[in-house]
Nanobody, 121 residues
Framework: QVQLLESGGGLVQAGGSLRLSCAAS????????MGWYRQAPGKQRELVAA???????NYVDSVKGRFTISRNNNLKSVYLQMNSLKPEDTAVYYC???????????????WGQGTQVTVSS
């Protein structure tokens, strides 16, 4: 059974920083793209940042220059360093990964359970 376990959320004042971590576990053959999504109350879940297996990142415009996504393929982990946080960054943040369970199977999308990030003004 594949699981994505997130950590690092919390409460921070505007202008502060947080680092989110997500580790995949289970019988995994390979991990393709990994990413972070967020969902604020009353809003749809949106992609915040993604990173390819080769380390190429992509960000939503609202976090460019403030957030940095990275990954450690050996640890099957992805990270999100969030700086200069704003109240509008408040949301539940979800880890996401495209994981292949064996050489004969196509990648499937897995989600973490979510971690709350609250930015106070």
């Amino acid at each position: 059974q594949v699981q994505l376990l997130e950590s690092g959320g919390g409460l921070v004042q505007a202008g502060g920083s947080l680092r989110l971590s997500c580790a995949a576990s289970g019988s995994i053959f390979s991990i393709n793209d990994m990413g972070w999504y967020r969902q604020a109350p009353g809003k749809q879940r949106e992609l915040v940042a993604a990173i390819t297996s080769g380390g190429l990142p992509n960000y939503v415009d609202s976090v460019k220059g403030r957030f940095t996504i990275s990954r450690n393929n050996n640890l099957k982990s992805v990270y999100l360093q969030m700086n200069s946080l704003k109240p509008e960054d408040t949301a539940v943040y979800y880890c996401n990964a495209a994981i292949t369970l064996s050489a004969l199977r196509v990648p499937q999308i897995y989600w973490g359970q979510g971690t709350q990030v609250t930015v106070s003004s």
